[in-house]
T-cell receptor, first 112, second 112 residues
Framework: KAGVTQTPRYLIKTRGQQVTLSCSPI?????VSWYQQTPGQGLQFLFE???????NKGNFPGRFSGRQFSNSRSEMNVSTLELGDSALYLC???????????FGPGTRLTVL | EDQVTQSPEALRLQEGESSSLNCSYT??????LFWYRQDPGKGPEFLFT???AGEEKEKERLKATLTKKESFLHITAPKPEDSATYLC?????????????FGKGTKLSVKP
């Protein structure tokens, strides 16, 4: 079974721009969660989608948003990028959200 | 508030020198405790899920145990390829679905 895939793997943007990241979950998994990983804060939860609905959201500003499609693929968007948004963005999928989450390789975002 | 604390932050071992990593947690109701391994620049790789105190799981040189307040990851006769950051995460019954609370991790280095 193919694992979680994320595209692109690397991105370089400048302040003020916006970015869209994509995540394809493991086949059959309906829950997709997004996390931000930085050296200082570690892994922090952004939001979780299940059946195209956002079920849960972490403590991040409204510049961070996401959506999920009918095939369970998910995208996250960050608008008006700031230098502090530079991080590894990780997507994880699970069957229903309450069980083991499997992570993708991440998208490394650098904001200049 | 849910909290996860991992110790030590870093651990250097000689090949074959067994040791343990600690994960202390505070949650209102534990749904599950998860161990992941993360190599530099990659997404976390799932190792174990533990659900109740007294539970133990093993995989090759790794063994995870769980009590009501902490979990241990025991590494027996480690090899250089075991070098990685080991992450502990909890999911709370009272918390929202899809939300894992992570510790900052223990960076393990195994020297030949």
């Amino acid at each position: 079974k193919a694992g979680v895939t994320q595209t692109p793997r690397y991105l370089i943007k400048t302040r003020g721009q916006q970015v869209t990241l994509s995540c394809s979950p493991i086949s059959g998994h309906r829950s997709v969660s997004w996390y931000q990983q930085t050296p200082g804060q570690g892994l922090q939860f952004l939001f979780e989608y299940f059946s195209e609905t956002q079920r849960n959201k972490g403590n991040f500003p409204g510049r961070f948003s996401g959506r999920q499609f009918s095939n369970s693929r998910s995208e996250m968007n960050v608008s008006t990028l700031e230098l502090g948004d530079s991080a590894l963005y990780l997507c994880a999928s699970s069957l229903g959200g309450q069980d083991t989450q499997y992570f993708g390789p991440g998208t490394r975002l650098t904001v200049l | 508030e849910d909290q996860v604390t991992q110790s030590p932050e870093a651990l250097r071992l000689q090949e074959g020198e067994s040791s343990s990593l600690n994960c202390s947690y505070t949650v209102s109701g534990l749904r599950g405790l998860f161990w992941y391994r993360q190599d530099p620049g990659k997404g976390p790789e799932f190792l174990f899920t533990l659900y109740s105190a007294g539970e133990e799981k093993e995989k090759e040189r790794l063994k995870a145990t769980l009590t009501k307040k902490e979990s241990f990851l025991h590494i027996t006769a480690p090899k250089p390829e075991d070098s990685a950051t080991y992450l502990c995460a909890v999911q709370d019954y009272g918390g929202s679905q899809g939300n894992l609370i992570f510790g900052k991790g223990t960076k393990l280095s195994v020297k030949p």
